[in-house]
């Protein structure tokens, strides 16, 4: 059941944003510090615990496997509107930081992937 994964997501995320506020107001800085990042490791540390084992296995637990999936893209999607909103606030020049980054990040990706596959021998990948 899908529920269980909303219910456990949804636990996490407001406990990970209250600590953040939290340590947001330690520091004394006007924000969230790390507050989605924290929910995410309450995420992660819950799937895995003992104490839900019973909610991993059968139906629900593809529920839960399903939102935990879903979670860092849906965070790094929300993060990356916040980015832009606030470079183009910000000027041209955070902006076209942003877009070379970008462009480096998409030039570097097949470097990377070489990097990657030199491990493997010619046997392994007949």
Known sequence: MIVYGVALLSACLILGMLIGELL?????VQA??????????????ASNSDKFKALVDGASGTGIQFWSA????????MAARQNVVAAF?????????????VIVSFAL????????????TSEESQ
């Open 89 to 101: 606030e910000g000027g041209m020049l955070a902006v076209v930081a942003g877009v070379a980054a």
């Open 109 to 120: 990706v097949p470097v990377i992937s070489k990097i990657g596959n030199s491990g493997t």
């Open 32 to 45: 969230n510090v790390g507050g989605v990042g924290t929910a995410m490791l309450f995420l992660v540390l």
């Open 70 to 77: 879903m979670y860092i893209p849906i965070v790094v999607a």
């Open 24 to 28: 947001g107001v330690a520091l004394g």
